[in-house]
């Protein structure tokens, strides 16, 4: 499965942003669906996932309460959805595809990965 992310951007902190990940191919309900993100000099970290039935949802800590994930199963994407936006959540950020079950919270549990998008937030 090929992974598109897209809608970063600049944001002022406090601001919203809306990313989306669209997966090709007709298998996208059977992936477990999370994001990461990769700030500059530190290493992937988990954020949030998604069940296959889009029912049951993971967050890390950090953005719990103000990040939400969720999935359309008939158009094949998976959205996050990041609001109060804090200048420490600056990222590159990662779509991914799991096999797994649960939360697939590690990023060596996740098969496919998209390209990565960009949010900034300023303070």
């Known amino acids: 499965v090929q992974l598109q992310a897209c809608g970063g951007g600049l944001v002022q902190a406090g601001g919203s942003l809306r990313l989306s990940c669209v997966a090709s191919?007709?298998?996208?309900?059977?992936?477990?669906m999370g994001w990461f993100r990769q700030a500059p000099g530190k290493e992937r970290r988990y954020v949030t996932s998604?069940?296959?039935?889009?029912?049951?949802?993971y967050y890390a800590d950090s953005v719990k309460g103000r990040f939400t994930i969720s999935r359309d199963n008939a158009k094949n994407t998976v959205y996050l959805q990041m609001d109060l936006l804090k200048p420490e959540d600056t990222a590159l950020y990662y779509c991914?595809?799991?096999?797994?079950?649960?939360?697939?919270?590690?990023?060596?549990?996740?098969?496919?990965w998209g390209q990565g998008t960009l949010v900034t937030v300023s303070s």
């Open positions: 998604i069940a296959r039935s889009g029912i049951n949802t």
């Open positions: 991914a595809a799991s096999t797994n079950f649960g939360s697939s919270s590690r990023p060596g549990e996740y098969d496919y």
């Open positions: 191919g007709r298998t996208f309900s059977s992936y477990v």
